[in-house]
């Protein structure tokens, strides 16, 4: 079967083959309590929620790199929101000082290396602008060594995307539950798709669809993946389950960048 990814900015034809979109959300999920997630980020062009991200410390952001398809586009991420059409909660608006997509990312055949580190300053002076915590603003663990979740773990994932296949974004952040899948379980179904050693892949009643990549994979109080893609021609199928990078894969990678960008 021909299936087409529908990446954030344009439509691109690829030869018959299993693909995926990596433009993705929420449905079946439920309206997260508001300000329940402060970690999580809408990352914007020109003032469109386009994908999402989360806080890993007061000056930077993850998410994925798919999220920034041209080297021209200038992002914005807005922290301490729950409704996009309802700024006046708290929500705050920050430019984005550096972009560090992975240097081997690409995204055909296959995804590869989907990660991407966005660094904030502020949007009068244009320097570094650490993020203050709040009641609606904080960020989120990621694990601190290389290794996996165990097969059936409950874990949840957040955004503000489609409710449905084809669907107009959410414009209150919406949450599910959903489950880890065994790796030879997702490599059965995705086949070359899959990469072990930088994915993960979920299923569930609820899970992805598009206008959330870049959100996070929760597990307890960690974020263990970055959302990445699902099947093109229905959002939460149970045959092709939605897959994240792999975030502890990269801890190196991570902290390098962190530690010379200061």
Known sequence: MTMVIISLLLLVSLPPQLT????????????????????????????????????????????????????????????????????????????VKSYYKHLDYYDRPRYVNDIMLLKVKNRQTGLIEKVTRSQ?????????????????????????GSLVFNGTPSPVLMETNVKIMNNANCEERLQSEFLPSQ???VYGDGGSCSGDSGGPLVCGDTAVGVTSFVD????????YPNVY????????????????DI
Not at 233 to 239: G, T, V
Not at 245 to 260: G, V
């Open 20 to 95: 995926f979109t990596a433009h993705v959300g929420i449905v079946n999920g439920n309206e997260a309590t508001p300000h329940s997630r402060p970690y999580m980020v809408s990352v914007q062009y020109k003032g469109h929620h386009i994908c999402g991200g989360f806080l890993i410390n007061e000056a930077f952001v993850l998410t994925a790199a798919h999220c920034r398809t041209n080297i021209t586009l200038y992002l914005t991420i807005m922290v301490g929101a729950h409704n996009l059409q309802n700024m006046s909660q708290g929500a705050k608006r920050i430019r």
């Open 136 to 160: 609606t603003v904080s960020w989120i663990s990621i694990p601190k060594e290389n290794g996996g979740i165990n097969k059936d773990a409950v874990c949840s994932v957040a955004g503000w």
């Open 199 to 201: 994915m993960m892949c």
């Open 232 to 239: 093109t021609n229905i959002c939460n199928s149970p045959e």
């Open 245 to 260: 990078t792999k975030i502890s894969a990269f801890l190196q990678w991570i902290n390098n960048i962190i530690k010379s």
